[in-house]
């Protein structure tokens, strides 16, 4: 069935709208968790949010940051070479670079003691749910089967 051009630019705006406001929310959300650091990475480990959290914590303003750095800046180099080899027994394989900071959460490997007061997850490039901890089924009300694989949104 064939929609009027005037329907899907209405449907279109209003989209445009709603994903407007999810991510004004979401940047409030963000923008007021100042006693924590929230930094979120592209899969290749480019940094795509940086909150003022992490600003005041680590030094550096969001426009330093977003789009040009990775997590690598923010730690010693001889740190994670030499954390490398010790994930690399873990894992069976050899761990470097960026692979270093996400080889666990890709594994997905969970700590003995879980996290709880605090809802932690991954997302693809594309806004989809790749891992989800037991704290955001705490505070989020889903388990990890019903949300891994959804678009968080």
Do not use: C
Not at 45 to 56: D, L, M, P, R
Not at 65 to 86: F, N, W, Y
Not at 90 to 95: I, S, W
């Amino acid at each position: 069935m064939l929609t009027h051009p005037d329907e899907r630019n209405k449907s279109l705006t209003e989209r445009t709208a709603e994903l407007t406001l999810a991510r004004n929310s979401l940047q409030a959300v963000l923008d007021s968790a100042t006693q924590v650091a929230l930094i979120a990475t592209t899969p290749q480990g480019v940094i795509t949010v940086f909150n003022s959290g992490a600003e005041q914590m680590l030094g550096y303003t969001s426009g330093e940051m977003v789009g040009k750095q990775t997590p690598d800046i923010l730690h010693l180099q001889s740190e994670v070479v030499a954390r490398g080899p010790e994930l690399a027994v873990e894992a069976d394989r050899q761990v470097q670079g960026f692979e270093v900071f996400v080889n666990k959460a890709r594994r997905g490997w969970h700590d003995d003691n879980p996290v709880e007061d605090y809802a932690l997850l991954t997302l693809d490039s594309g806004g989809y749910v790749t891992s989800w901890n037991s704290g955001a089924e705490h505070l989020k009300g889903y388990a990890s089967g019903e949300i891994i694989g959804r678009h968080f949104s």
